[in-house]
């Protein structure tokens, strides 16, 4: 006994040890749980949306309490009462017997613990549906009938979908409870096989039948629904269109009110059941069923769709169609679309843009997808600055002038801090630095932008504004700011020399209110919890007037304050009353509009500018532009207005998050300046008019008017996207005045690879607040012109025999430039169609950043290639084009070659060291390249071009023929030329 008496006790300990462990466990995992909660709280309170969040919390508890209560109390109900009624003395076989002496000693829990594991499932399920339940109790009509039941389309966007939930939640509540059941019967005699016969006692007969009735009852309630999906549904007896067909109006929705009714009898049949104890009856009527669903619910759709309709679906579906067609334009906010027939002229005529001046001086050559590394290399400042890859385009009062502007926000790099660390990545490099802002139509003689806006401090056009960046796009994941007034300051505000590191920087400390305060020690642990950073809490840089900055991008700070918001991709900045802001709009969307088109919203948007995501899942076919916000760069502030408060999806969600929103009328008059019509809603508009903008059946049907958007010709590889829509200043034809317009163009459909790039529309939306904001025009072109697309022009702009030699030149073969080629605009200007497309020119390694060197335009079959837009506009209409543009006055100082890049990054001499300087260089601006080679119109340079173009002629015929010697040959010449061309031109 004494060898053998420590084993309880050390088995006992280490019970009690793992006992320990488990609770310690748990109370580490709830609070982490809590300190989650707990920030979100604090977050959610400082930015002055709590009740965002406590509605959401509220309302997923109480769904979860519904879901784990549905389930878990039926099955609970199903096994107690087969237990509670199974034969006291039946005789079980012995297999049986064994299994209840196995499941006996556990019983009792799992009577218990399974129906609330199930129910644990089903509660988390039905937890994620909360914003189903709130709308649907805060649902707002319509006022618009559908055309096939005549009901307010609420039903099918609020109601239809709860119902739909309800049945599937309660149908899987019943199959459960059933199949526990029947298990239960089984396991204890109330269900016994053998001898090829199964006996079921009386009660298990009725539970059974019972519960049988109840899963049929609710499936004949589903399929009596269905009948009104089928006007939301694109899979359908025919997948033409989005809504009921003609198959579906005449076999499918009375099929279903068929089944329904046979449903609901079966359903009778089974309680007969449940009385008079006769199968037979229920069996029966279950094999109808199954006969029924077949021929009624598959076979006879089919027949018609396939011997009626598909003969004469031009005819039969005309009705159905049309139903489609006006219910699109409607959800899409295109019904009251102004089609204008345009006869776009070909031919150039001295004088064509004098009427189109205004829209002529505002055309913009400052691409804002290409310039980003130029404004980083002329206003970067530190490393630890950057600018988003690509750039936005606003305008501006400039002197009682709209001006188009490109501007970006100079914000904070911590990966190229010098010493990165805690201490340098959380307090003391915590922001970025004020905007940089260039005119959209103006460039700087040797080819840079000409900034409105720039520097450290700020000066320029736009203002004294606050000009700390606390908020932005690229902000760190999180930082700590504010300090006593007595301390001294520690985040670097901005550098006020031209050393690298902070020695000589300005400091400055955060006065705003942008974050949850540290101001106890309690605070700091839950903080260091949710950031995994034990020095929160042991930092002498946090004290009480700390506050933590995080979730700063301003797309995520606007999608937690309106979780029911579809937002823009793209957020934009600008200085509104001294402050930046930046501007998000938002979108209240559904699936579930009767007999309007789904479509998927981020494949129907994807260009070049927003890439296609490999699995698209949210699936639209009503959209609106219901939510303008703004998000204050330095406070963090957050500020929802309703900009369409007459549309029922918003205000079904202000109900349901009452307060949080603010009325258009709040707007001041500055934010209304730089609202924009939003990008993403227009190419959703735009990819729907490609087939939309037909409003006869007939021709809808037959897809002979089907359109595309052109690809981008500026993209390269084989896979291009669609081309992006741009902002313009102009005066659309039909209209009265410019107005800061975002359009886009069409071309014929193909179900080939490549389309025909001719001209079939162009259309605008008008992006200035006011009366005609959102206003859309669709100039429609002959469908017997033969006006040429983008990807036309562009090969013109490639293949021209005089253009392709210059552009060669800019960047000659083994030479160490490269031709960027901007965005090519499409204008309607002069009765016809203006291309334009600035033409850049960078280094090919070493510091590269783009500058403009050329300017491409055309109209028709015509295109030139000059230094600037306002000397390739009258060359293009033969000397006079009748109105000056942007760049009227500039003359270009270093050529055509001269590049961004390591030769000449300086705005000193044009010698191949860098300079810093701002004089200029004998043979060109220190931006560029020290030589020149601007085309001038002397004998040599003209014959130098000419005998570059005969070699290139001549090496393209050799390699052809696989001749290599005179391919080599050829080669020297066009080098030659190369250098005759630069003598000549310096010369």
């Known amino acids: 006994m004494t060898a053998t008496s420590p084993r309880p006790a050390r088995s006992r300990l280490r019970g009690t040890i793992g006992i320990a462990a488990i609770i310690v466990a748990v109370i580490v995992a709830a609070f982490f749980l809590f300190a989650s909660l707990y920030t979100d709280f604090l977050w959610y309170d400082q930015l002055g949306f709590q009740n965002v969040l406590t ?49 006996e000693p556990l019983r009792r829990l799992a009577m218990f613990g399974v129906p609330a594991v199930l129910g644990l499932f089903m509660g988390v399920s039905t937890a994620m549906r909360w914003q189903t339940v709130l709308e649907y109790l805060n649902r707002t009509p319509f006022g618009i009938k559908d055309p096939q039941f005549g009901l307010d389309n609420s039903f099918y966007v609020f109601e239809l979908p709860l119902y739909h939930g309800i049945l599937g939640y309660a149908s899987a509540a019943v199959i459960v409870s059933g199949i526990a059941m029947l298990a239960t019967h089984y396991l204890y005699g109330g269900i016994r096989v053998g001898n090829r016969e199964v006996r079921i006692t009386r009660a298990a007969r009725v539970q059974i039948a019972v519960t049988a009735a109840v899963f049929l009852l609710l499936q004949a309630v589903s399929i009596y629904l269905d009948q009104f999906s089928t006007l939301t549904d694109s899979r359908g007896a025919s997948s033409l269109f ?50 029924a669903s077949l021929v009624i619910g ?70 804002p997808n290409v310039v980003s590394p130029t404004f980083a290399q002329l206003q970067q400042v530190q490393q630890y600055y950057q600018f988003a890859d690509k750039l936005d385009v606003d305008r501006y ?94 985040e670097i505000d901005y550098p006020s020399s031209d050393k690298d590191d902070d020695s000589a920087a300005r400091k400055y400390t955060y006065t705003g209110d942008g974050g949850p305060k540290l101001d106890n020690v309690f605070k700091q642990l839950v903080y260091a ?30 999608k937690k304050a309106a979780p029911y918001l579809t937002l823009d ?107 924009r019509y939003p990008e993403d809603l227009f190419k959703m508009q735009r990819s729907i008019l490609e087939t939309y903008h037909v409003t006869n059946p007939s021709t809808w049907f037959s897809r002979d008017d089907q359109w595309t958007t052109p690809s981008d010709p500026t993209a390269s590889g084989e896979d291009k996207g669609k081309q992006p829509p741009y902002y313009l200043t102009m005066k659309v034809p039909g209209t009265d005045k410019p107005a800061f317009t975002l359009y886009s163009t069409f071309i014929p459909a193909t179900t080939t690879k490549e389309s025909r790039s001719v001209l079939k529309g162009y259309l605008t939306a008008n992006a200035d607040a006011g009366p ?28 021209s025999s005089e253009i392709a030699p210059q552009l060669n030149l800019l960047q000659p073969r083994g030479g160490n430039t490269e031709v960027v080629r901007g965005n090519l605009l499409t204008v309607p200007v002069g009765g016809g169609l203006l291309y334009v497309q600035p033409i850049y020119v960078q280094a090919n390694s070493g510091t590269q950043y783009p500058l403009l060197r050329k300017v491409l335009v055309g109209f028709g079959d015509r295109v030139e290639f000059e230094d600037t837009l306002d000397q390739a506009l009258d060359k293009l209409f033969d000397g006079d084009s009748g109105a000056a543009a942007g760049d009227n006055g500039v003359t270009p100082g270093d050529g055509s070659t001269g590049t961004g890049g390591d030769t000449g990054t300086g705005a000193g001499s044009g010698g191949t060291d860098a300079g810093s300087g701002s004089g200029d260089g004998s043979t060109g601006s220190g931006a560029g390249a020290g030589g020149s080679t601007g085309t001038g119109d002397n004998a040599a340079l003209k014959k130098a071009l000419s005998d570059y173009q005969t070699a290139l002629s001549d090496r393209t015929k050799a390699y052809a023929a696989n001749d290599l010697s005179a391919a080599a040959e050829a080669d020297k010449r066009m080098q030659a030329a190369v250098e005759a061309a630069i003598a000549a031109s310096g010369s």
Request: hydrophobic letters at 40%.
């Open 242 to 291: 989005t809504g009921a067909t003609f198959t579906d109006v005449n076999a499918v929705i009375p099929g279903k009110l068929i089944l329904a009714i046979a449903f609901a009898l079966v359903t009778v049949l089974c309680i007969v059941t449940a009385v008079v104890g006769r199968w037979r009856l229920p069996i029966i009527g279950t094999g109808l069923l199954v006969v």
């Open 569 to 675: 991709r793209n957020a934009y900045p600008a200085v509104v009353n001294k402050r930046v802001v930046w501007i998000v709009d938002g979108y209240t969307t559904t699936s579930d509009y009767p007999y309007s088109q789904v479509e998927q919203l981020s494949s129907s948007i994807a260009d070049t500018n927003t890439p296609q995501p490999e699995y698209a899942l949210d699936d639209v076919n009503y959209i609106r532009n219901s939510v303008k916000a703004t998000v204050d760069a330095y406070s963090g502030k957050v500020t929802l207005y309703a900009w369409d408060d007459k549309d029922p999806l918003l205000k079904t969600y202000s109900k349901i998050f009452p307060g949080t929103l603010k009325s258009q009328k709040d707007m001041s008059a500055q934010l209304l300046q730089h609202v």
């Open 529 to 558: 919890i949710k950031f995994g950073s034990e020095q929160i809490l042991l930092s002498d840089y946090v004290n009480k007037d700390s506050q933590i900055l995080y979730d700063r991008d301003p797309i995520d700070r606007v």
């Open 55 to 103: 509605t959401q919390w509220i309302a997923t508890v109480v769904m979860f309490v519904v879901g784990f209560v549905g389930m878990a109390v039926p099955v609970f109900v199903s096994v107690q009462l087969a237990f509670r009624v199974r034969p006291v003395y039946a005789k079980l076989s012995a297999q049986l017997d064994r299994y209840q002496q196995v499941v």
């Open 298 to 367: 598959t076979a006879y759709p089919a027949l018609i769709q396939r011997f009626q309709v598909e003969p004469s679906a031009q005819s039969l579906e005309r009705e159905y169609i049309s139903r489609n067609i006006k219910a699109t334009q409607d959800a899409y906010n295109i019904s009251g679309i102004d089609t204008i027939a345009y006869s776009a002229k070909t031919d150039v005529e001295q004088g064509a843009l004098r009427d189109d001046a205004d829209t002529t001086a505002s055309i913009r050559l400052i691409d």
């Open 397 to 490: 009062d400039i002197d009682g002038t709209t001006q188009d502007t490109v501007i970006a926000v100079r914000e904070l790099d911590q990966q190229n801090q010098a010493s990165p660390g805690w201490i340098n990545n959380t307090v003391v490099y915590t922001h970025g630095y004020g905007v940089v802002a260039a005119y959209g139509n103006q460039r700087s003689e040797d080819g840079q932008p000409k900034f409105l806006e720039s520097d450290i401090p700020s000066r320029g056009q736009l203002g004294d504004y606050e000009p700390r960046i606390y908020f932005g796009e690229k902000s760190p994941s999180y930082s700590i700011v504010g300090a006593p007034k007595s301390s001294d300051p520690v």
């Open 772 to 799: 005609d904001y959102g206003k859309l025009t669709l100039l429609t072109l002959p469908k017997d012109d033969t006006v040429p697309g983008p990807g036309q022009v562009q090969t013109s702009f490639t293949t």
